[in-house]
Structures are given as C-alpha cells and as structure tokens.
C-alpha cells in the first residue's frame, strides 16, 4: 500500500516569501496530484504531473520519479494563498497525503 | 464556480431519517467519485463509477449506497446514519477512471452532513 508523505503538517509565512511543501510517497505512481482546499470546503485541482516540472502563475510544482518526492513552491505568498495543500498519488489505487495547512500573514 | 455541481450544501438529518446526496457534472466525464472527508483529514475515498458502473467500493458500510443514473449523475444515498458519519461528502469527477490515465479530478464544493 502506498503511504503519502507531506512536510510541513502546518507552515505560517509572511507575506511575499518563497514557500515550499513537500510530499513523498513509497511506492511507484503514475502521477501525482496536488490540490487546494480553502476553510469553506472546496478542493481546486492545481497540477497534476508524472515527471519534470509545471508552473502556473505564482505556483510551480516539480517531481522526482526515482526518488519518489514532489514539491510545490509558492513564490511571493499572499495572503489569499493560506490554505491547506493536498498531494494525491495515482498508482494501482489514490492515496491522498495528510496536507499541510499554510497561514500567509499579511 | 465548480463545474462539479453538489447538494444541498448543507444537511442535517436524524439517525432513522432517509436522504440523498446528489452531484452533477456536464464535462462528459465518465468517471464520478464520493469521498468522505473528517475535519482537519485528508478525503478518504469511498466509491468509484466508471461508465456508469460501480467500479471501486472501499469496504463502505451499506448505510451509504451510491447510484449513478447516467454518465452526468451520482446520487449517494443515506440510510440510519450514525453521528460518526457527520463529514463533508465530497464528489469528483475525471474524464476516465485514474488508474488508466492521468486525468485529473475535478472536484464539487461537497454537502456538510450532520447527524443528530
């Protein structure tokens, strides 16, 4: 059974720093999802990838098939950013992580 | 806005009560999830429909049946609830089923449920 990682469980920033969240899984996937869930409930699928690297905006999101380890960076936070960040691996079944809940003060 | 669809947004209803979940999308996918998600836990999955088809149940109690009456539709019926059921229920849906490609969830605002 896969077991998902994610480091930091909480992280609290100010405004307009680098941030970075990271997720690692124990067995091969084919791809890894990372979401977004605000306190009203609501998930936003932000990238899902199977190798390299992806950027949207202020996001970007790398893996590292071999080594079994995702990151998602967030360059200069804002507050609207503050939520909490869900890696989700693909493989023979979906193993979400715990999230990692992110505070950007202002 | 969602393009998965959910209600209602928020349910209460007693133990012996019967209710339904319902969740639509108009994306042409034709794979349709239910995860129940605890406060402060990541979702936990509980059934999968793939082509209208009951493709995955993780070993959920039959107080929870799920319903997919056509490619655009899931409906979660709910049965002699228990308060350990009170959750946010949340609906997904994706193009194809996951484990044959890499298509990613789209997912609904969910319905809070509470049982009294």
């Known amino acids: 059974k896969n077991e998902v990682e994610q480091s930091p469980q909480n992280l609290t920033a100010q405004e307009g720093e680098f941030i970075t969240i990271n997720c690692s899984y124990s067995v091969g996937i084919s791809a890894l999802h990372w979401l977004q869930q605000h306190p009203g409930g609501g998930i936003v699928s932000l990238f899902m990838?199977?190798?390299g690297k992806k950027k949207h905006g202020r996001l970007i999101a790398t893996i590292n098939i071999q080594e079994k380890h995702s990151s998602l960076h967030i360059t200069a936070s804002h507050p609207r950013d503050s939520a909490v960040y869900i890696c989700a691996a693909y493989g023979q079944n979906f193993v979400f992580g715990p999230g990692t809940r992110l505070s950007v003060l202002p | 806005d969602t393009e998965v669809t959910q209600t209602p947004k928020h349910l209460v209803m007693g133990m012996t009560n019967k209710k339904s979940l319902k969740c639509e999308q108009h994306?042409?996918?034709?794979?349709m999830y239910w995860y129940k998600q605890k406060a402060k836990k990541p979702p936990e999955l509980m059934f999968v429909y793939s082509y209208e088809k009951l493709s995955i149940n993780e070993s959920v109690p039959s107080r929870f049946s799920p319903e997919c009456p056509n490619s655009s539709l899931l409906n979660l019926h709910l049965h002699a609830l228990q308060p350990e059921d009170s959750a946010l229920y949340l609906c997904?849906?994706?193009?194809?089923?996951?484990?044959?490609?890499?298509?990613?969830?789209?997912f609904g605002d969910g319905t809070r449920l509470s049982i009294l």
């Open positions: 997904a849906s994706s193009q194809t089923l996951n484990t044959d490609s890499n298509q990613p969830q789209h």
């Open positions: 990838l199977s190798s």
């Open positions: 994306m042409g996918h034709r794979a």
